[in-house]
């Protein structure tokens, strides 16, 4: 019987999960070990090279909708032939369209949610909280290999008769629910089976952290990225539903000619009259709705573990506590809550009663403050810090700093009558770049710089990753900050060509250079790619804790083997007591029992 | 050293650089364009009445940031101050923030109520239904006898005629799928929705031709969906529908006589 068939039992509620680990331990074959495997680890790192490999392909997007924008209608260089050889290699409008729905799809649902939740989810949690797995291993198997069927079918829709999904990430019906851009089912579809990997994941995340903790770890001991799964879990759990349900609905529409979003009497170009016909009594808004209640809190899934991840990298690497923690814990809490219950701010011009806007305004204005209070206390913890300007800690302020820029943008939007000017402009562009992009892909760099050596045994370089950040940091502002001028210059979003109008003739040469920018982002990420790889392969060995970190991961081998510790773990305290008085080292380790060492050594 | 050196120059020009962006922006015309409709002025103070107090923390925590980065990454012996936090602190960085943002929050709702409220909005017939497809606009005039849907109803394709100084109330529709009225000149924007009849109204203070934007995601062609606002003074107006009006009921062969 393999070890994988016994469920890993919570401490206090049976035999603890490392004891069954020892005697019952056994070699998988290949096949169970890499691929198919219940290991949390391995799902993580599955999820880490699915979400790069993903982000690369979403990059390429991104590198053709700045060609487009900097240069519309021009004969794309070098990939241009292979890429569109009827267009005389150039981007027609319906393919652009395609390009920017892809690009945010394949960004928010295949790159930084599985990076986040997936990747980082699954490797941490339960290293960190000293358990040997996740709760259910099987389901979390399961919540990786549910984003196969999602991944072929956001591909398949590139392939069919219409084209791949063309109505914007958002899908906002009646445009996604005419005929036309078959591949809109199969991005309906692809969402769909997302959604289920994310709430694999996500009954996952909340059971192990509730019932399978180290003894001694009560909740506010546990390390703040761990929170930080755990509210974006819970978020997921909460909100996801919501939007599954719209899509089904979505979907039946599409197929079924059912009426959920469609309204009657529509008159369309190229219309496929059996649709139409059919539909009738929609309410596009409806969608709206469903669709902004899953993915306003998507957005906080997207950076709330970004936060928690930096807020452990910066304890580490600046080698002090985190200052208030029980502050950063109950704010993102309130991030999280709040989340509920700002999603009407998307909808401040879609025709929705303006009353409901002003009090969705009050909620959406009000969820600046926990993310104030959360840089406030990053501030705190560097100020009187040792800081160690590591690749790690370089990425996790880099983050601070744009998500200083991300958080303060968003008030304009919230603000009802400036949002009558914002709205659907690239100021919104840039506010959402910043936050998910300059924001959490710049924690996720430093979240994989900082556990790089725990998941491999081995280190990243440090010359090529600080190489790796300067560039990266520069460029990331040389994209994203001249659109808030864009954006007050009013350019809408989503358009293919931005000089169809006079008054935004004058703005190609700031679209110039955040395409020059935005390439040059893209090429310096060899500098990444190169010391993954080799560092994969011929990286300096690790040693168990090589950023002398306190929290629970730290304790197991490096890399940890299957059920991932190999002593039993107590905690005593809190995960960030660096420069602790009480010992010689900057540090005092979780797990360390301190009682027990000063009565061996009487 | 040198890390410490990059890291601080590279933080320390995000709020240089940041705010040089913005203060040399209008200049270079990467700003709002004039406003030229009566609320207009409402919301563009509303828009730096946030952007100054967005200003003040940007720079503030910016520049604590690039301090923190460059005073303690310096190579010392000594450990760090062991402080798990201060409560004074956190409600004074609570409180304050709290407040301010309760002022941003309170000091929007007068100036929307204006616009959006059903109970603010001029009251009488509408001057004309204006209808977004894909892609392009069309403007339905009442025309001479005053009702909507009758005969002498006037369309009118891609410009929308209105007079100058006067409360301008339309309806909005769309017949296929969403689209957005937007005036950048008049800080006008609302969503068409297919099915919905949604009133709108500015009122504009200068005449002159202004690009009307389509602003919501429509379709392949959402790019080239531009039309005209053109706002003349009030003779202008009426001698231009009499002209439209004498044009739909010609025959053609009035001219000839």
């Given at each position: 019987m393999s070890a994988e068939l016994v469920t890993p039992v919570a401490p206090g509620l049976g035999t603890p999960g490392w004891v069954r680990e020892h005697h019952e331990h056994h070699e998988l074959g290949f096949l169970r070990k890499y691929?198919?495997?219940?290991?949390h680890k391995v799902i993580g790192i599955q999820f880490m090279f699915t979400g790069l490999v993903f982000f690369l392909l979403g990059g390429l997007m991104a590198m053709a909708i700045r060609w487009q924008l900097a240069w519309p209608w021009t004969e794309m260089p070098v990939v241009g032939k292979l890429l569109f050889p009827q267009t005389g290699r150039v981007i027609t409008p319906e393919f652009y369209t395609m390009l920017f729905t892809m690009h945010g799809t394949i960004m928010i649902f295949f790159v930084i949610i599985p990076l986040l939740t997936g990747a980082f989810g699954n490797y941490l949690i339960p290293l960190m909280i000293g358990a040997?797995?996740?709760?259910f291993p099987r389901l979390n198997m399961i919540g990786y290999w549910a984003m196969i069927p999602a991944i072929i079918f956001v591909l398949t829709g590139f392939f069919v008769?219409?084209?791949?999904?063309?109505?914007?990430?958002?899908?906002?019906p009646p445009l996604s629910t005419?005929?036309?851009?078959?591949g809109q089912t199969y991005w309906l579809l692809a969402l769909t089976f997302v959604g289920l990997s994310s709430m694999c994941g996500a009954i996952n995340y909340v059971t192990t952290i509730v019932k399978m903790?180290?003894?001694?770890?009560?909740l506010m001991r546990m390390p703040l990225a761990v929170w930080s799964l755990l509210i974006a879990a819970l978020l997921q759990l909460f909100a996801l539903p919501v939007l599954t349900a719209a899509s089904i609905m979505q979907l039946l529409d599409r197929?079924?000619?059912?009426?959920?979003f469609t309204p009657a009497n529509l008159l369309v170009n190229q219309l496929n009259p059996e649709t139409l016909d059919a539909a009738?009594?929609?309410?596009?808004l409806l969608w709206q709705h469903l669709f902004w209640f899953y993915s306003h809190p998507a957005v906080y899934i997207m950076v709330v573990p970004a936060m928690g991840m930096a807020s452990d990298i910066i304890a580490v690497h600046a080698r002090k506590p985190i200052f208030g923690y029980k502050p950063m814990v109950y704010s993102m809490a309130s991030i999280a809550g709040l989340g509920f219950i700002v999603w009407g701010h998307h909808m401040f011009?879609?025709?929705?009663n303006p009353a409901l806007g002003m009090t969705f305004m009050v909620s959406t204005i009000m969820i600046a403050l926990p993310s104030a209070i959360k840089v406030f206390n990053w501030l705190g913890t560097l100020w009187g810090s040792r800081i160690r300007l590591t690749t790690p800690m370089l990425f996790a302020l880099g983050f601070v700093s744009m998500f200083i820029i991300g958080g303060l943008s968003g008030i304009w939007m919230a603000a009802t009558p400036v949002d009558i000017y914002i709205?659907?402009?690239y100021i919104v562009v840039a506010h959402f770049h910043y936050v998910v992009f300059a924001g959490s892909v710049l924690a996720i760099f430093a979240g994989i710089y900082h556990w790089f050596p725990k998941m491999f045994g081995r280190m990243m370089n440090e010359t090529l990753g600080k190489i790796h950040f300067v560039g990266t940091f520069v460029f990331t502002n040389g994209v994203f900050y001249m659109m808030h001028q864009l954006g007050l210059a009013g350019l809408m979003r989503r358009?293919?060509?931005?000089?169809?109008y006079e008054v935004f003739a004058h703005l190609k040469p700031v679209n110039v250079f955040i395409s020059i920018c935005a390439f040059c982002l893209l090429g310096w990420q060899v500098f990444f790619a190169f010391n993954f790889f080799h560092s994969l392969f011929r990286g300096r060995r690790a040693g168990r804790n090589p950023w002398s970190?306190?929290?629970?991961?730290?304790?197991?081998?490096?890399?940890?083997?299957?059920?991932?510790?190999?002593r039993e773990l107590k905690v005593f305290r809190g995960p960030y007591e660096y420069a602790?008085?009480?010992?010689?080292?900057d540090f005092v380790a979780q797990a360390r029992d301190l009682r027990a060492e000063v009565a061996e050594s009487a | 050293m040198i890390t410490r050196l990059v890291a601080t120059v590279l933080l320390l020009l995000v709020p240089v650089l940041g705010v040089w962006t913005f203060v040399t922006a209008p200049a270079n015309g990467w700003w709002m364009p004039p406003t030229v409709s009566t609320f207009g002025p409402d919301i563009d103070y509303l828009f730096y009445l946030i952007l100054w107090m967005v200003a003040f923390f940007f720079v503030l925590t910016e520049a604590i940031l690039v301090y923190s980065v460059f005073v303690y990454?310096?190579?010392?012996a000594d450990k760090a101050?062991?402080?798990?936090?201060?409560h004074k602190l956190e409600l004074l960085w609570t409180g304050i923030p709290a407040a301010l943002l309760l002022v941003i929050a309170f000091s929007q709702m007068g100036t929307w109520a204006k616009i959006k409220f059903r109970g603010n909005i001029p009251e009488g017939e509408p001057l004309a239904h204006v209808w977004a497809s894909q892609f392009d606009w069309r403007f339905q005039y009442a025309g001479?006898?005053?009702?909507?849907?009758?005969?002498?109803d006037i369309e009118n394709p891609f410009e929308f005629v209105v007079p100058v100084g006067e409360d301008v109330l339309f309806n909005l529709h769309s017949r296929d799928v969403l689209h957005s009225f937007s005036v950048l000149e008049f800080r006008l924007k609302q969503d068409a929705v297919p099915g919905m009849s949604i009133p709108v109204w500015f009122n504009c203070r200068e005449t002159g031709s202004y690009e009307l934007i389509c602003?919501?995601?429509?379709?392949?062609g959402h790019y080239k969906m531009n039309g005209r606002v053109r706002v003349v003074t009030r003779e202008e107006y009426d001698a231009w529908i009499t002209e439209k009006q004498a044009d739909l009921m010609s025959n053609g062969m009035e001219e000839r006589s």
């Open positions: 691929v198919f495997s219940t290991d040997p797995d996740m709760a008769e219409g084209g791949a999904a063309a109505a914007g990430w958002t899908a906002y005419i005929a036309g851009q078959g903790r180290a003894p001694g770890l009560t197929v079924l000619h059912t009426g959920f009738a009594g929609g309410q596009p011009a879609s025709g929705m709205h659907d402009t358009t293919a060509d931005p000089y169809a970190g306190a929290s629970l991961e730290w304790e197991a081998p490096t890399p940890p083997g299957h059920g991932n510790f190999d602790a008085p009480e010992v010689e080292q | 990454s310096r190579k010392r101050t062991f402080s798990h936090g201060n001479a006898d005053g009702v909507f849907g009758t005969m002498d602003m919501e995601l429509c379709g392949w």
